[in-house]
């Protein structure tokens, strides 16, 4: 079996964390992972990279610097340079000598845990190498979690090569937020009569129709191109509708019926929106 994001009648969505509980401890580390499980996280979504001798760990920039005591690029670095970087210190003093885990540390904590959200990073952005999904997919194996895992990112390609490879892992490419895409969806949420014209099905739907066109099976939009078009649409295809963001309007996208919500601090949104 893979891992189940669809909402069933009846249950709220799922909760995501974003890079873990990163608003309450560093971001894309165990302890922010944890923390997100203790608040009651359902999946926790974080970033992966790859190192120069092919390593995959979790990292959402290109360079270490902004969440670590070091300087580089993690393309240009070994994973034991990089465990001997410190990154929780950035954050909070309390969090001193937290390291950058590999993807087999969180997948080694996920156990009897949380599910994972795994989204693939390229850069520059929209660039692709083959070797990323190469090296993820073995350690994924190696640790049977194949069904606690699923995929996103920004660049489809990837994707496509994941579910040539490993078809029952879940996968949705994140489509990038277009003004054309984010005015429909603005238009639709405040004229729900327009909703009804063909064209803006279109345009409303075409998240779905990317998801379609890279052969994957979870629809991945920013919540903000959100709509009950959308949604009502892929839960007929059997797809799951599981959104990124930032900005989120939590009742609305619940009443929607997205399959899941995300979020830097879950245990806000779990006692606020989900208890």
Not at 57 to 66: C, G, L
């Amino acid at each position: 079996m893979s891992l189940d994001l669809l909402r069933r009648e009846g249950p709220l969505p799922k909760l995501v964390a974003h890079r873990g509980a990163s608003a309450v401890a560093p971001e894309n580390t165990l302890a922010a992972f944890e923390r997100a499980w203790q608040d009651g996280a359902d999946l926790v979504e974080l970033d992966l990279r790859l190192t120069a001798d092919g390593h995959v760990v979790a990292m959402h920039d290109a360079r270490v610097d902004r969440t670590t005591d070091g300087r580089g690029y993690v393309a240009e670095m070994t994973l034991g340079a990089l465990r001997r970087l410190d990154a929780g210190a950035w954050f909070d003093k309390r969090y001193r000598g937290e390291r950058v885990p590999a993807l087999g540390d969180v997948l080694d904590w996920a156990v009897g845990k949380a599910g994972l959200l795994l989204e693939l990073k390229f850069d520059p952005f929209g660039t692709y190498d083959p070797a990323l999904v190469e090296a993820l997919l073995p350690v994924v194996a190696d640790r049977q979690m194949k069904d606690r895992v699923a995929a996103i990112s920004y660049q489809p390609r990837a994707l496509a090569q994941l579910k040539a490879l490993a078809g029952d892992i879940p996968a949705g490419p994140i489509p990038r937020l277009g003004a054309v895409l984010r005015l429909g969806a603005w238009l639709v949420l405040r004229f729900a009569s327009l909703a009804r014209l063909a064209a803006i099905q279109r345009l409303l739907k075409r998240p779905l129709a990317v998801t379609k066109q890279w052969g994957c099976d979870v629809v991945a939009p920013n919540i903000q191109v959100v709509t009950p078009v959308l949604v009502e649409a892929s839960h007929e295809a059997g797809f799951p509708v599981s959104c990124g963001g930032l900005h989120w309007d939590y009742p609305r996208a619940i009443a929607m019926g997205v399959d899941t919500i995300a979020s830097n601090d879950p245990g806000v949104v779990r006692t606020r929106y989900l208890a």
